[in-house]
């Protein structure tokens, strides 16, 4: 291991980071994507809208903040943008406690400006897809107070799970189902009656056995589709369904008792037949160890395609990496999906901070304070990672501040806002760390985030060297990677879906091709390593040995 640099969030002292090789130059407009199907090779960029640019100067990101920013992702090459939950909201759970989905939260702006957005998006040839959290709501929506207002027995609850409790007095809760977060999964109410959350209280969850929730779930796809979105991102969309009896949970029994339920496929099913009025699409967040159960979600009439956590998960390591990007394809071959790939979020650690770190790995388990973190390290495999991502079949998710080379921060106990970290007993970090507002200008306050009025999370003090000023000036920055990158792969035929094929490598090395003229190497190994032949290296996550080898962590695309 190299020396292991102080935890993620202390200054990095930022090293002369590695040069993006160009040989090939290319200028001008982006042409168009290259498919009808865009969802099947798109680069689709995540905005959290809360920390990406705050328009009105409150401290909080809004929609005004994105408008304005459009050139820039433009520039970056995306053709679409996926927005966390901008509705309406308490903001428990970062907008994933939705209180009316009609509505834009007041902190982010209006349902006039989000039309706008979608429509200016568009011009720049920019898809939109929101999020939809169908398994919860929030405590404050109309439908839940109506709930606690009519009490036990009354049909306002059956829109969710109420149950007696156990025990002589009831009160125990009515099942031991673990939390998606840590702690309990039901709260009781004055009145004596439980109800069911898998997250935090204020999220219960709804009972998707009954009528309304499916006709109210499918106007919400309506209204936002008349609004011209492209697509729909899926918020825990295998947890919907519930066993009727909602029985005590066993580990190691099947099936799961809330989990990937069978008749979860006829909820999507009958999603599908409305996307397909607006040629809309569906991403759904499945969470599922078992590659065929995953599958199912994605069969031609349901959903179109479904984030790769397990590729998320996978450690830096050539074998594992191998290993699941042909699990990924095998899994989705039969159902004719194509994969997506994915390397962050806003649920989990930043990619540099866990490539930098002793385990790659990403696991919620072992999130902990002060892990010991080599952002060095960890940028130059970033890099790398960038590149071997957008080379595979299929399209990408790409989290914003990811094209910064953003560590995870740390954030001080008393500004943790995050239900993970309060509901872990205070063990967990939460996730706070990789939603911190942007950099935008270095020299201005808050890196130019917005106005001197202090952002909902602090920014670390090191965050001004990762702007977009610094970073657009420079060649070799993640951002000036990320713009070439994108920009190679929109305009060279083999990119995106479509075939790929190993060729032989050396042991840590991956290397295959997506065309006969096009491919892609990765050192994960110790040792440089000798490329194939090629007739021109079109680009490089960092600068080759001086015998023209690629050195550890670095990635190239060849052309043969
Ligand atoms: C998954 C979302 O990505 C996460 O941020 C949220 O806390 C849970 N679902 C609950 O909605």
């Known amino acids: 291991m190299p020396p292991l640099w102080p935890a993620a969030g202390s200054p990095p002292a930022r090293k002369e980071p590695p040069v993006a ?18 969802w099947r090779d ?7 809208p809360r920390s990406f640019a705050d328009g009105d100067g409150d401290g909080t990101g809004d929609l005004a903040g994105v408008r304005a920013n459009l050139p820039y992702l433009a520039q970056l090459g995306v053709d679409a943008v996926w927005f966390t939950p901008w509705y309406l909201s308490p903001l428990v759970d970062g907008g994933y406690d ?26 720049f040839g920019i898809r939109t897809i929101v999020d939809i959290v169908p398994n919860h709501l929030s405590d404050q929506h109309a439908w839940f107070q109506a709930a606690l207002a009519a009490g036990p027995g009354s049909p306002e609850r059956e829109r969710f799970h109420f149950r007696p409790g156990r025990g002589e007095n009831g009160e125990l809760p009515p099942n ?12 009781r109410v004055p009145d004596g009656e439980w109800y069911l959350h898998l997250f935090a209280p204020e999220q219960p969850d709804l009972n998707w056995s009954h009528p309304e929730v499916r006709r109210e779930h499918e106007d919400v796809l309506r209204f936002w589709f008349e609004r011209g979105v492209a697509g729909v991102r899926i918020d825990s969309a295998a947890l919907l369904t519930k066993h009727p009896e909602l029985p005590d949970f066993t580990e190691g029994v099947d099936p799961h008792p809330y989990i990937d339920q069978d008749e979860i496929h006829d909820i999507y099913r009958s999603w599908r037949a409305i996307a397909d009025e607006y040629d809309g699409i569906f991403v759904g967040e499945v969470w599922l160890p078992d590659s065929e159960r995953f599958a ?21 390591d050539a074998d594992r990496l191998r290993r699941t990007i042909d699990d990924t394809l095998a899994e989705h071959a039969p159902v004719k999906a194509p994969a997506t790939w994915v390397l962050c979020n806003h649920d989990v650690t930043r990619t540099v901070t866990r490539y930098g770190r002793e385990d790659t790995a990403f696991d919620f388990d072992t999130k902990a304070f002060g892990t ?47 239900p993970m970290h309060f ?12 939603r911190v507002p942007l950099p935008w200008v270095s020299g201005e306050p808050h890196s130019g985030f917005g106005s001197d009025t202090e952002p909902w999370l602090p920014q670390p003090a090191y965050w001004p060297q990762y702007a977009v000023d610094v970073q657009s000036e420079d060649p070799a920055s993640m951002l000036a990677l990320y713009r070439t990158a994108l920009r190679l792969r929109r305009e060279t035929p083999g990119f995106g879906d479509g075939p790929m094929a190993w060729l032989p490598a050396d ?20 040792t440089p390593a000798t490329l194939p032949s090629h007739a021109e290296l079109l680009l490089a996550s960092g600068p080759l040995t001086e015998d023209g080898r690629l050195p550890s962590d670095t990635a190239a695309w060849l052309r043969r």
Request: glycine residues 8%; aromatic residues 10%; contains cysteine.
């Open 176 to 187: 031991n189902w673990p939390s998606q977060f840590s702690g309990d999964t039901w709260t």
């Open 296 to 316: 199912r979600y994605l069969r031609p009439d349901e959903l179109h395609t479904a984030f790769n956590f397990n590729f998320l998960a996978c450690p830096w």
């Open 98 to 123: 939705v209180a009316d989905y009609r509505t834009i939260d007041p902190a982010f702006g209006t349902l006039d400006e989000a039309e706008k957005l979608i429509s200016e998006a568009a011009e």
């Open 42 to 48: 798109a680069v689709i960029y995540q905005v959290y």
């Open 372 to 418: 010991p973190t080599d952002l060095e390290l960890g940028t130059r495999r970033a890099r790398a990672a960038a590149l071997l991502t957008l080379a595979l079949p299929g399209s990408v998710y790409l989290y914003q501040g990811e094209e910064l080379g953003l560590p995870e921060a740390d954030i001080p106990l008393s500004r943790i806002e995050d």
């Open 21 to 38: 090789v160009v040989e090939s130059s290319r200028t001008g407009d982006l042409p168009p994507s290259r498919t009808d199907d865009w």
């Open 423 to 434: 509901r872990s007993g205070g063990t967990d970090p939460g996730r706070d760390g990789c």
């Open 507 to 526: 042991n840590g090395v991956l290397a295959f091709s997506r065309t006969d003229a096009l491919v892609c190497v990765v050192n994960l190994s110790g």
